[in-house]
T-cell receptor
Framework: EAEVAQSPRYKITEKSQAVAFWCDPI?????LYWYRQILGQGPELLVQ????????DSQLPKDRFSAERLKGVDSTLKIQPAELGDSAMYLC????????????FGPGTRLTVL | GNSVTQMEGPVTLSEEAFLTINCTYT??????LFWYVQYPGEGLQLLLK?????DKGSNKGFEATYRKETTSFHLEKGSVQVSDSAVYFC????????????FGSGTQLTVLP
């Protein structure tokens, strides 16, 4: 069964350092999402891609966060510099697109900023 | 804007007990509704969905009915198992140019043997 892959699974960094997360969606899924999930809360959308184009990045803190999906397949989310408040689970999801809304989630990257 | 409200947890039940987790929503138009489950250390998995009013989604013994008149999508299971212990998220999705999900805050369920 096809799955969304994410790496690393866990990342510990010090504040002011740069971190990067990688996501490989299910093959053929045109839409890719990055979410941030703070402990005890539901996921909140950071950025949405349709193929290689950004559809919505209104909730992405652009002064420190960036995301790209250069060839419309895998994607990278970067934080520079990391702050203590960035500690969270970062989830990637993908969907087929069209009228289907079902999203398939990866296992996530747990970020701890010290 | 769209929002989802879930009953506060955590919820602790004995095995074979009846489960209800309440979910209500606010949305414009006619959203689709979802329940996702998250096991410890894992990402979210789709549990069930309903795309229009009066639809009933079901999977693995869980059920939820899309009630437009009460704007609700409560999750139920007749007999829970220890393996059902997880966090459950209600979500609504809107169609259009930006197909996005809005999640509730989640309900932690613990089932004791």
């Amino acid at each position: 069964e096809a799955e969304v892959a994410q790496s690393p699974r866990y990342k510990i960094t010090e504040k002011s350092q740069a971190v990067a997360f990688w996501c490989d969606p299910i093959s053929g899924h045109a839409t890719l999402y990055w979410y941030r999930q703070i402990l005890g809360q539901g996921p909140e959308l950071l950025v949405q891609f349709q193929d290689e184009s950004v559809v919505d990045d209104s909730q992405l803190p652009k002064d420190r966060f960036s995301a790209e999906r250069l060839k419309g397949v895998d994607s990278t989310l970067k934080i520079q510099p990391a702050e203590l408040g960035d500690s969270a689970m970062y989830l990637c999801a993908s969907s087929r697109g069209g009228e289907g809304l079902e999203q398939f989630f990866g296992p996530g990257t747990r970020l701890t900023v010290l | 804007g769209n929002s989802v409200t879930q009953m506060e947890g955590p919820v602790t039940l004995s095995e074979e007990a009846f489960l209800t987790i309440n979910c209500t929503y606010t949305a414009t138009g006619y959203p689709s509704l979802f329940w996702y489950v998250q096991y410890p250390g894992e990402g979210l998995q789709l549990l069930l969905k309903a795309t229009k009013a009066d639809d009933k989604g079901s999977n693995k013994g869980f059920e939820a009915t899309y009630r437009k008149e009460t704007t609700s999508f409560h999750l139920e299971k007749g007999s829970v198992q220890v393996s059902d212990s997880a966090v459950y998220f209600c979500a609504l999705g809107r169609t259009g140019s930006a197909r996005q999900l809005t999640f509730g805050s989640g309900t932690q369920l613990t089932v004791l043997p």
